[in-house]
């Protein structure tokens, strides 16, 4: 604006008829001179441009704003990092409980190793005495059998052959389980005709008071299973249902569901049964509710 009024004037033209512009007022003040005379930021009309401003007075505002943010993340950073710890302080304890409980399983289980191996101990001795007497007996000279004795000595002995090689092969089938070496071979099985075989083998076992039942559906029905392993099964459940059924019946059979499509196999005696009490522990490992049966 000056240097065109100066160009006007050079030109000719009279002052007087150069209008008069006013400025806009502007206030400055410079910061050491208003800490000099104690004037403060608030005081000054509105506005103002002061010089020489210290950092942290001109950026007050994004300081504060940085500064919470700050404390946010600290804050934030901390309570992830209790949070982790007490994470982990909790998964200790539960690992530390699982470990307490697994050596808890642990010994309870060798303890009932333990008892297993002295009743199986038990078992095995019980036919070989008798293998042993019956042969020496049959074998004396000193002893005048009638050929009805020898031949029930005979049965004996041949019972108690087949009793200790059963007992033998349950204790190579436990090491196996144990080892992890358990094998099977699954295999379409016509599961009437299974049922079947295993009832024909096991009716002239049974004693004279107990009968044996077979209970199959009409229409056969396959199934994927290991032969030898399902008739190893329903065996020993048969076998155990023998030990402590005096008389009556004892059914073996099996049914179709078709609400869960499952097919369950059922072996149902008149036995002695087992006490509510101890239905929850028939199957755990190495357990006998009865420790006079075989």
Known sequence: CVAKTATHILKGTSPDQIPITVSPKVYAFDWKEMQRFNIKIEDLPEGSIIYNLPFEIRYKTYLIIAGILFLIAVTYTIMRLVYMYLRESERKKLAQLRLVEAKERAEEANKMKSAFLANMSHEIR?????????????????????????????????????????????????????????????????????????????????????????????????????????????????????????????????????????????????GIGIPKEKQKAIFERFNKLDEFAQ
Not at 194 to 222: G, M, R, S, W
Not at 242 to 250: L, M, R, S
């Open 126 to 270: 019980t036919p070989l005495n008798a293998i042993v007497g019956f042969s020496n007996i049959i074998a004396s000279n000193e002893v005048e059998l009638e050929i009805e004795e020898k031949v029930e000595f005979v049965r004996l002995i041949n019972n108690n052959c087949d009793l200790l090689l059963k007992l033998i092969n349950d204790i190579l089938d436990l090491s196996r389980i144990e080892s992890g070496r358990m094998e099977f071979t699954f295999t379409r099985q016509n599961l009437t005709t299974l049922i079947n075989d295993i009832y024909q083998t096991h009716q002239l076992l049974l004693p004279d008071e107990v009968k044996l039942i077979q209970e199959t559906p009409e229409a056969p029905i396959f199934i994927e299973t290991d032969r030898h392993r399902l008739t190893q099964v329903i065996t020993n459940l048969i076998n155990n249902a023998v030990k402590f059924t005096q008389k009556g019946y004892i059914k073996l059979g099996y049914k179709y569901s078709e609400a869960d499509s499952s097919v369950y196999i059922t072996i149902e005696d008149t």
